[in-house]
């Protein structure tokens, strides 16, 4: 099986780990925040990781850092929450 080159990448593994993360927690998290809390934090962990995957996959070097900032910043930001 072909491996892409951001699976080998540890910041991509990281970010698949942090989503398993997320949604373990939010599993717990209370009914009414089905469609609020829970869904915002699960589209941002996996956001992390499609932005890694999807800035490797592009020809230039500035947009491979554009998509690389949105990934870094994306998980900065949960990490210090």
Request: a positive charge; proline letters at 1%; hydrophobic letters at 35%.
């Amino acid at each position: 099986m072909y491996t892409f080159s951001f699976e080998k990448l540890n910041v991509w593994i990281d970010a698949k780990e942090l989503i398993k993360k997320v949604y373990r927690s939010t599993k717990k998290f209370p009914s009414e925040e089905k469609f609020g809390l829970t869904s915002q934090l699960r589209r941002a962990s996996v956001s992390v990781a499609s932005n890694i995957a999807e800035g490797t996959s592009r020809i230039t070097s500035k947009d491979k850092a554009h998509f690389t900032t949105i990934a870094y910043s994306l998980r900065k930001s949960q990490l210090n929450n």
